[in-house]
């Protein structure tokens, strides 16, 4: 199949090298023409610990001049960038017959959906640990899985059963909302926690009084999004801090760097659900406003 990844970040690398192991026809789409040359010369560079390294020779194209026809076109920009990548779909002949995957995290993007034209679209949740090291290099920071639902028309699962390599693997789901919102819960507690104490997620589970915050956190989403705070959520939240151990999340990441991260997305999507019920959340409000402070002194 010909995928197209649209944006070479972390996890779009990841999964252009993922797609290429197994045998498809990988374009990454990228913002800069520095970037589409970087991995057309070198190709992209996978990199797993503690010392696993492979090529993969893909193609890339800057998305604008990007002339082919994919039949998926998996979309790794942050949600902030989503506007501007949705316009491209919505105007650009080549996507109009594509399946269209996004992999955002938080929930912010699934309202702006609804105005694509495609029949056939898909919202997943990666729940991977990636960190990119260059244009065309990438680090496989954590292993967890992708899970994805129909959001609009059909959902091919025979395809995307094959799609397995090692414990790396595509789930297709029913239920949409459940999968964003177990997800959302995970974000809601690890990428704000870990962006003000600038720690990995493994610390999360490590340092008893982050894991005392965490499970604040954890409990104030649930209540905001109506979901029992049964032992098997909270155990998922510390799955993925366990399994993404090593992995500075991306929020950390866009901090770190100075870049805006995706808050909005998370704890602001998860405020004003809190306002519109009328409920008080202080440990969300708190986390909140730290990371817009944090966004501010860039
Ligand atoms: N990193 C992780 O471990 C995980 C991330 N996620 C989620 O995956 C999504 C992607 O995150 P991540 O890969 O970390 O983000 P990155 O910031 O690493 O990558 C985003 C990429 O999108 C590119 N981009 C921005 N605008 C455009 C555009 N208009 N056209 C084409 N490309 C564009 C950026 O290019 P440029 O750099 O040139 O601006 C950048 O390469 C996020 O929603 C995140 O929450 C989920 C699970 C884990
Ligand atoms: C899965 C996890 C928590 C990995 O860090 C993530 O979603 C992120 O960093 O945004």
Same mark, same amino acid.
């Given at each position: ?21 197994e ?9 800069t ?6 991995i ?6 996978y990199?797993?610990?503690p010392?696993?390294?492979?090529i993969?020779?893909?193609?890339a194209a ?10 998926y ?17 919505q ?6 017959d =594509? !399946?269209l995957l996004?992999?955002?995290n938080?929930?912010?993007? /699934?309202?702006?959906? $609804?105005s694509l034209?495609?029949?056939? *679209? ?12 260059n ?12 899970k994805i639902a ?9 395809f995307?059963?094959r ?7 595509i ?9 964003m919102?177990?997800k ?9 926690l870990?962006?003000?104490f600038?720690?990995?997620n493994g ?8 894991t005392e915050?965490?499970?604040?956190l954890f ?17 998922h ?5 366990? =399994? !993404?151990?090593e992995?500075?999340?991306?929020m950390?990441i866009? /901090?770190?760097?100075? $870049? ?5 997305? *998370?704890?602001?999507?998860?405020l004003?659900?809190?306002?519109g ?9 708190f ?12």
């Amino acid at each position: 199949m010909k995928i197209a990844i649209v944006g070479g970040g972390s996890i779009g690398l990841l999964l252009a090298a993922f797609f290429s192991e197994e045998g498809q026809d990988v374009t990454v789409c990228t913002r800069t023409a520095e970037q589409a040359d970087a991995i057309n010369a070198h190709g992209i560079k996978y990199q797993a610990a503690p010392d696993y390294s492979k090529i993969h020779r893909v193609s890339a194209a800057r998305v604008d001049a990007y002339r082919e026809v994919p039949h998926y076109a998996i979309i790794c920009v942050k949600q902030h960038r989503l506007p501007e990548v949705c316009s491209v779909l919505q105007s650009s002949p080549i996507f109009r017959d =594509s !399946t269209l995957l996004f992999i955002q995290n938080g929930m912010g993007h /699934v309202d702006t959906l $609804r105005s694509l034209p495609q029949n056939n *679209i898909l919202v997943g949740i990666v729940e991977h640990g990636a960190q990119k090291e260059n244009h065309h290099e990438v680090r496989h920071t954590g292993k967890g899985k992708i899970k994805i639902a129909s959001f609009r028309g059909g959902i091919d699962k025979a395809f995307w059963g094959r799609m397995i390599t090692g414990s790396f693997r595509i789930e297709g789901k029913d239920r949409l909302e459940f999968i964003m919102k177990e997800k959302l819960v995970v974000n809601s507690v690890i990428n704000p926690l870990t962006s003000l104490f600038r720690v990995q997620n493994g610390d999360i589970e490590q340092n008893s009084f982050l894991t005392e915050l965490a499970k604040l956190l954890f409990k104030e989403t649930c209540s905001i999004l109506g979901i029992n705070e049964t032992t098997d959520a909270w155990e998922h939240v510390l799955r993925v801090c366990r =399994s !993404t151990a090593e992995n500075r999340s991306s929020m950390l990441i866009d /901090v770190e760097e100075g $870049r805006q991260t995706e808050i909005e997305a *998370i704890s602001g999507y998860l405020l004003k659900l809190a306002e519109g019920k009328g409920m008080d959340v202080p440990y969300t409000r708190f986390v909140y406003f730290g990371i817009k402070a944090l966004e501010r002194k860039k």
